[in-house]
Each structure stands twice: as C-alpha cells, then as structure tokens.
C-alpha cells in the first residue's frame, strides 16, 4: 500500500514538475529575444506600415532576359515570387504558373491576368512535363529557364514511417519530377523552397526528471550544419513533412552543375503573409488563439522577404565564368529583427485586428495529453483501415487534426541563424537582405487582413462591434461633409 501510494505521490509530483519546465524560458533563447512587444509599439508600426509601407523593390535584383516557370505560383511564397518578378519589370508573357489550383489570391488576379497558368500535379510525370512542353511565345523561346518550385504538401503533425508517403510523394518525389523535367527542358537555374524544420532534433520530453531545467532540445539554433553531414535517420527529424524536405534537398543540391545550378532555401520557422497561411492568416480567421507556451521563443519569416531570398539567389546563380561557392547548398532565412513569442503573435492578433480575437491559455501537460490521444486515434486507422471501410471512423478534421506529437516537437524554442546567407556571394553566401522585421510584417499582413474584413472578402469574418460603431460613424460625418 505504501508503495502504490509513494508511486502515486512520484507521479503527480513528475505531471506538476513537467508541466512547469514546459513553462520555462531557456537562457539562451532569451539572449535572442530580451524584449517583448507592447500594445502601444504594435500600433505605432501599424501606422507606421500603412502610411510608409515597406520598400521590397528597391532590394529585388534587375529584370533578366529570362524565362520563368514558378511551380506552385498561386500559392504564399510561389505567388509572392510573381509578383516580385512583375514589379521589377519581368513581362507577363515571360512568367508561368504551375500549380494543381488556379489563381485565387486578390492580389494577384489582375497583375497575373497575363501570364500562363498550366494546371499541374508535379506526382504525375506527365503532367509535369506537360507543363514544360507547352510552347512559349516565339520571341521568348531561346531565353534561358529558371525554375522556382515552391509547390509542397505541409503535414507537420505526423512522424510515424507508417504515414510518409502522404507527404513524400508530394515533397521529395514531386520535387524530383520537376527537377528531372527541368533539367531536361534546358533549364540553367533551379531554386527550391525548402524548411528551416529539417534542422530540428525532436525534443526528447519523455523522460525529463525533475532536476532538468527544461526537457532535452527545449532550445534549438537552425542552421545548415546538418548539410555537412549524411542525412539523419527518420527518427531524427521532429516529423514526417521535415524528412521528405531533406531528402527533396539532398537530391536538388547534389543535381548542381556548372550548367545546371540549384540551391534551396530553408524558411524559419514558419512563414506567413497571407490570409490563406497557416500562422498568423489562420489564427486571425479564426478569431482564437488557444497557447499552452505563449512564452516560446520563435523565428518567424514574412512570405515576401522569402520571396525576396529567392530572386537574390536567382541573381547570384545567374551564368557566370566561375561557379559561385553557394551552388548546390541550402541557405535558412528569417526576418531583419529579433525572433518573437508565441504571445507576441497572439498580441498583435489582439490588438491590431478589426475582427474579432478571442486569447486564452491552457496548461502545457493537457496539450501533450490530447496529442498523444489524437496519434493514437490516426495510427489505429492507418493500421487497420477496416474501421473506415466497415464503421465508416475517419480521422479528425479541422485544427484539431494538427494537434499530434510531433507539431509539440517543432513548438520549441527556436531560432534561425540566416548569417550565411546574408554573407555576400564571393563569400559564399547569396547576399541575403531581408526588408522587413517581424514587427513591420505582422503590422503589414494584420492592415490588409482588416481591409478584407471591412470589404467583405472573407466568408464568415466581420468586423468587431467597437470597430463597426466606429465606421458607422466615420460614414455618417463623410455624409454630413458631402452634404
């Protein structure tokens, strides 16, 4: 008896210990990020961007006589890297979009209006090669190709080998395809967008002791060490999407010839910039942020400077009597400013939203508990598909679907080290320059997710009451004036 209950006593103290450290804060990622932000500097930026927006042009590299196939342009990054091309001058003609959907992003249906589009799946090598062969308008046929294939499929909550050909077949055997067939079509540069997740150990959480200060990997640096040496293990990667973007990587870089040059970028850690995206656009239109560690350190990076990235690669790839030292190797990219919060993010959210924004927290060990149940429940299904055959179970839908273990390994702290990057091309790097900070992107993509709000463009999202009575008013002096 004494037993069970020194046993029992051990156990809840463990469940208050681990919840705890789960709360801690390493002293290294505070080194990165001393300082929060506050209400007050959030709507400063907000104005500040929406009366000075930030410049990405003045950075973008000279139009090319080139060709461009962009595979997965109508996308967050692909379609961001058109827009850039036809700010810069790049003609319509000279731009083609694959992608398996068509364009639906506002700000692109008109600017793209005169490009190509070829619908594309890039699992299917015909399609692929479809997408290729299709003839290009004879002034423009003899120019030099350059590919930019950003199209991939982002599962991060599962990690089991049972699951990996849901995102292998799109992230590495997909990225083949497109890197065989553009190869094949005379293609002289190909850029790949990969993920600053590929450098993350899984967090060892289980066992952390009690004298731990925090579980083992709670704090991590993104770089591209891990290129130097042979492709880890499956277990090694914190999911299934991080080992399929590796493996895709490993076969780009190793393609790169003097004729032939490709390289990858490695976005950290999660991208955002539209109202479609899974960060920030997500959490706004949902109008609630449930945190369980608001205070995790993370690097985050705005689709436009990893648009950005991209063309300064382009630039830095292009031709030459030497092959420059970046060829054939992946770069990690974040934003100008230091990395943020979980509850930075939720903040801004907060404050600068014209819709609705609920915030709330909730004890770390309750979110692990739920994951746990919820990988459980989608390995039960994968590995006796007679339950959905038979009983018709399925798997869960919705946001709750991400809630898996290996979305709790990826929620740490960690922070992206761009430095060689943004080293200049003779010293090996592709001369990075992100535009934007952290503050300037959230402020930007928050004031046109408000103009969508107030115009209507998003089903199911209207404006907060405060801020109808607010534009209720604003019109009925605009009357009186007009009157």
């Not at 959490?283 to 690097?299: M, N, T």
């Not at 809630?403 to 702290?413: E, M, R, S």
Request: proline share 7%; aromatic share 10%.
């Amino acid at each position: 008896m004494m037993l069970v209950l020194a046993v029992l006593v051990f156990g809840v103290f463990w469940l208050y210990r681990f919840n705890s450290v789960l709360k801690a804060t390493p002293e290294e990622a505070r080194k990165f990020s001393p300082k929060r932000w506050t209400r007050e500097q959030l709507k400063e930026a907000y104005d500040h961007v929406k009366k000075h927006p930030v410049d990405f042009l003045k950075h973008v590299p000279p139009a090319q006589k080139r060709r461009y196939i962009i595979v997965g342009g109508s996308g967050l990054v692909g379609g961001d890297i058109v827009l850039q091309l036809l700010e810069r001058g790049q003609s319509p003609e000279s731009i083609r979009i694959a992608d398996f959907a068509p364009v639906s992003r506002d700000d692109m249906l008109e600017k793209t209006a005169n490009c190509d589009f070829v619908q594309t799946d890039i699992t299917s090598i015909p399609s692929v090669e479809a997408a290729f062969s299709k003839p290009w308008p004879p002034s423009l046929s003899s120019l030099p190709l350059t590919v930019f294939h950003t199209a991939a499929l982002i599962r991060p909550q599962e990690r089991h080998p049972l699951l990996y050909n849901r995102v292998s077949r799109v992230n590495r055997d997909g990225a083949i395809i497109v890197l065989n067939t553009a190869k094949k079509h005379s293609c002289d540069i190909f850029i790949a967008t990969s993920s600053a997740s590929v450098s993350i150990l899984p967090t060892r959480f289980f066992p952390t002791w009690p004298w731990q200060p925090y579980p083992k990997g709670y704090f991590q640096i993104c770089d591209e060490r891990d290129f130097d040496d042979p492709i880890r293990a499956h277990e090694d990667f914190f999911a299934n999407y991080a080992h399929s973007k590796a493996e895709a990587e490993r076969a780009i870089c190793a393609a790169s010839t003097p004729t032939f040059r490709t390289g990858c970028l490695r976005p950290g850690n999660a991208i955002y910039g539209q109202k479609t995206d899974p960060l920030v656009g997500n959490i706004l239109r949902e109008g609630a942020y449930v945190a369980y560690v608001p205070q995790v350190v993370q690097s985050y990076v705005y689709s436009r400077n990893v648009s950005l990235a991209h063309l300064q690669f382009e630039h830095a790839l292009l031709p030459s009597p030497t092959v420059p030292a970046c060829a054939g190797k992946p770069f990690v990219i974040t934003d100008a400013g230091p990395p943020i919060t979980f509850r930075d993010m939720a903040l801004a959210c907060e404050t600068l939203s014209e819709a609705p924004f609920v915030y709330s927290e909730t004890a770390p060990i309750v979110i692990h508990a739920i994951a746990h149940i919820m990988e459980f429940w989608s390995l039960l299904l994968a590995r006796l598909p007679v339950l959905t055959k038979v009983l018709g179970w399925r798997e869960a839908k919705g946001p709750i679907s991400m809630l898996q273990p290996a979305v709790l390994n990826v929620g740490i702290h960690s922070v992206v080290d761009d430095s060689k990057a943004r080293k200049k091309v003779e010293e090996g790097g592709i001369g990075y320059t992100p535009v934007a900070s952290t503050l300037e992107g959230f402020a930007m993509q928050i004031g046109e997710f408000n103009e969508d709000v107030r115009a209507g463009r998003i089903k199911g999202v209207g404006l907060r009451e405060d801020v109808k009575t607010k534009v209720a008013r604003a019109a009925v002096e605009a009357r009186a004036v007009a009157s």
